[in-house]
């Protein structure tokens, strides 16, 4: 976790938050902000305690925040964001979901957020097509074949089939998903997207459909790749309904957020038949995942590794860290949320 501290600037990070960009920090902060690092120890408690006056960060303006300070810290919720000095005036969050930042209670407190949109963009569209093409294939059946010394005798080809010419639908066409759209074209799949509206920048062989025309888009749908973000109107956005609007033996992938779906609906879905695959890197309780999973033959399952590449985790960081200077420079970053544009 870190803070950064006026007149006095500091820059407070937790010694295994910034592991990637370390060296880019001091070409970034050189003339504006001191980096100090947090107690690896630090509870939430003593966190929020070491911003009140006589702690080390008293005077604290501004934070970098990684999800996996969730184990010492918590959430980034409601009371977190209450519990926070006045000082405290810009969060940079460490990705492009955000949902562990309680947007709302930062613009209410007159906070701002920002996050990292575009640094994951390739890393999670490539996880999307391994996911989608062992879904389709069913190499992750037939690799657990290998392993079991089995060699090819559980595979059917009339369950496997071919990307080329098939339908993909994309929930949310921003920068992860529309990186997806290109990586698929080169098969080529048919691209049709559904999004709050329509995207000015999108090729035109990206088909718009909006949300009078989602069932005919679904009804179209060999698969369906999920990357919209998780917050108080994605929640269940791919429930029971919409997966039975999918055309039957359609593939459900999802890299976004575990509870952007209806885990119980997709595997009533595959049991039944009308789902042939699905491919996961998320899911509603992470780190834990229903062992059910384990026991669908046409499933592949991914430990949230979706932005797990050095090239991805610098640029992360990086990006948060030029958020919060360019805030100090300038009183703004680049990256503000969404919340924070309405």
Not at 138 to 150: P, Q
């Amino acid at each position: 976790m870190s803070a950064v501290r006026s007149p006095f600037v500091h820059l407070s990070c937790h010694p295994d938050q910034v592991l990637w960009a370390k060296d880019e920090v001091p070409s970034l902060f050189n003339g504006i902000a001191d980096v100090f690092h947090l107690d690896p120890s630090v509870n939430r408690t003593d966190f929020l305690a070491s911003f009140q006056p006589g702690g080390p960060f008293e005077g604290a303006v501004g934070l970098f925040r990684k999800n996996h300070s969730t184990a010492r810290i918590g959430l980034f919720d409601k009371e977190l964001i209450n519990a926070l000095p006045s000082s405290i005036a810009w969060i940079a969050h460490v990705g492009a979901g955000y949902d562990q930042v309680d947007a709302g209670a930062c613009k209410a407190r007159g906070i701002r957020l920002s996050n990292t949109p575009h640094a994951v963009d390739d890393a999670t569209a490539t996880t999307s097509l391994y996911l989608l093409i062992s879904t389709m294939r069913c190499f992750s059946k037939a690799e657990r074949s290998v392993r079991a010394g089995l060699w090819k005798s559980q595979h059917s080809a009339a369950h496997a089939h071919d990307l080329s010419g098939k339908a993909v639908a994309i929930l949310g066409l921003g920068g992860i998903g529309l990186r997806f759209a290109e990586l698929v074209r080169a098969f080529p799949m048919r691209v049709l997207y559904h999004s709050r509206r329509k995207v000015a920048h999108a090729p035109e062989w990206c088909e718009y459909y909006d949300a009078g025309r989602l069932d005919e888009m679904l009804a179209q749908a060999d698969a369906l790749s999920i990357h919209v973000p998780l917050n108080e109107h994605t929640a269940g956005m791919v429930d029971e309904k919409m997966i039975r609007k999918l055309k039957k033996g359609a593939v459900i992938v999802n890299t976004a957020r575990g509870k952007v779906t209806d885990e119980e609906a997709m595997m009533r879905a595959l049991q039944d038949g009308h789902l042939s695959g699905v491919g996961l890197d998320v899911y509603p309780d992470e780190p834990n995942v229903d062992p059910r999973w384990l026991d669908f033959p046409n499933v592949t399952l991914l430990p949230h590794i979706g932005t797990g590449t050095l090239e991805s985790a610098k640029a992360l960081e990086v990006r948060a860290l030029e958020n919060l200077r360019d805030f100090l420079v300038a009183g703004a970053g680049k990256d503000l949320v969404p919340e924070f544009m309405q």
